[in-house]
């Protein structure tokens, strides 16, 4: 730990005086806004952030190797666009609720360790896979289904050191180049030629070639992971926050599956007095596909994490010979963190009927419904979304509204089991269900057009 230290902060982490951050001890008292407001989805700076990333893109190109300069400028420009487009298709939430506390936790850690806001950007992505992710450039993205899982801001911020640390280890430039000075290696090269040449199992032997590459990169990113999680605490040892619950983070990471998983479908139809055979609503196989699949042992394998255990005890043992006391909420207090937690469900759910997917959205309002089942609306947009599919139904483009490429994760995906009844569905069923739950509910049902 200490060489990565001296290494990588000898110059960065100045340790400054505690005074320096009082602007982040206030409270910041947040009023959520109701469950029917919409948040922000607009970046209104995206002309400035296109520009950086052309200026930042130009830089790193020209500290490369000339051979490969033109495909890395490729890559890393088809990157931005996809960006800059995904930015556009709001995609990303700049709300004035969850945006500005997260913003903050993570402006703390650049203040903590004296690192320059000017070269990071921060985006909150509106979907709800468990994860954080950042780019060459310095951009770090929190998904919002990260946040279900954490229990105070300290949490939140060791996941922002360890996306800083990966920025700041340049492990994403690094595997690029890695890639391309291997692609363009005599070695490879000739491999690739003798393959061609060979009249039987061509294609097979290309498929194994690119399969062994895929494996190694896996290897090298466990790597990165593991450097990330070592650079990210020292840069958490520098904040105001405290190590405690730290390691917890990564119990929450290994148990996540990304979807809610509050109520089982079954246990929502008897609650709201709906029939259904008991195949309709039976657990789907893992033999069954709704649409492509793959050879779940590649994806197993393929995994970029590292075991999620062994993290944790190394996490562990740092903070065991380095302690680090502090607090566990700067920002705002853990009732704040909570409705945020709860502001970013909606907006999860509300990001999947806005990319027109009203299966995903009707399950996760199932769930939510579950968790919070006092609010009202709720009830309405499960109404109205299941009065939306059966306009679809009828019109027979139920299935560009409803994921048709799913594959059940375990026995147990209650996801995957309302795909499977909702597929089963007659027009003439489906109406049946919706006069049930509207004569369950009709006292919170307000009637809207999808």
Request: contains cysteine; glycine residues 4%; proline residues 2%.
């Amino acid at each position: 730990m200490k060489n990565i230290q001296s290494r990588y902060f000898s110059s960065l982490m100045r340790k400054e005086n505690l005074n320096y951050y009082n602007f982040y001890l206030f409270i910041f008292f947040i009023t959520i806004a109701p469950a029917t407001v919409c948040g922000q989805y607009e970046y209104k700076n995206v002309d400035s952030y296109k520009s950086f990333l052309q200026k930042n893109t130009v830089q790193n190109t020209l500290q490369l190797d000339k051979k490969i300069q033109k495909q890395y400028s490729n890559i890393i420009d088809e990157k931005n666009n996809e960006l800059i487009e995904r930015l556009k298709s709001k995609d990303f939430l700049f709300d004035t609720v969850a945006y500005p506390y997260l913003n903050s936790i993570f402006n703390h850690v650049l203040l903590s360790n004296s690192l320059d806001k000017n070269r990071f950007h921060f985006f909150i992505d509106r979907t709800f896979d468990v994860n954080a992710y950042s780019f060459e450039d310095g951009t770090v993205v929190c998904n919002l289904g990260l946040l279900g899982g954490m229990e105070n801001e300290s949490q939140l911020a060791m996941v922002f050191c360890h996306e800083i640390g990966h920025y700041l280890l340049m492990h994403s430039n690094k595997s690029i180049i890695s890639q391309l000075n291997k692609y363009n290696s005599h070695e490879f090269l000739t491999q690739i030629k003798q393959i061609k040449k060979q009249e039987y199992n061509t294609k097979k032997q290309l498929e194994d070639l690119l399969l062994t590459d895929v494996f190694d990169r896996s290897r090298h990113s466990r790597g990165q992971e593991k450097a990330a999680d070592s650079l990210g605490m020292i840069l958490f040892s520098y904040t105001n926050y405290g190590a405690k619950t730290v390691p917890a983070i990564f119990d929450y990471l290994n148990s996540a599956e990304g979807l809610l998983n509050a109520i089982t479908i079954q246990s929502f139809l008897g609650k709201e007095k709906i029939t259904i055979d008991d195949f309709s609503v039976a657990a789907p196989s893992k033999r069954m596909h709704f649409g492509t699949t793959e050879k779940k042992e590649i994806i197993d394998s393929l995994k970029t994490h590292p075991d999620c255990d062994k993290r944790k005890l190394q996490m562990q043992s740092f903070f065991g010979l380095n302690p680090k006391p502090g607090v566990d909420f700067i920002t705002g207090s853990k009732q704040d963190l909570e409705k945020i937690k709860k502001y970013a469900l909606f907006e999860e759910a509300k990001y999947s009927k806005d990319k027109g997917n009203l299966g995903l959205y009707l399950y996760q309002l199932i769930q939510i419904d579950a968790m919070f089942p006092a609010d009202k609306y709720t009830k309405s947009w499960i109404y109205n979304t299941l009065t939306s599919l059966y306009t679809h139904h009828k019109a027979h483009t139920f299935h560009e509204v409803v994921n048709a490429v799913y594959i059940p994760k375990n026995d147990k995906d209650q996801y995957a089991t309302l795909l499977k009844l909702l597929d089963n569905l007659s027009l003439e069923k489906l109406d049946e269900i919706i006069n049930a739950y509207y004569a369950n509910n009709n006292s919170f049902i307000t009637i809207t057009k999808n």
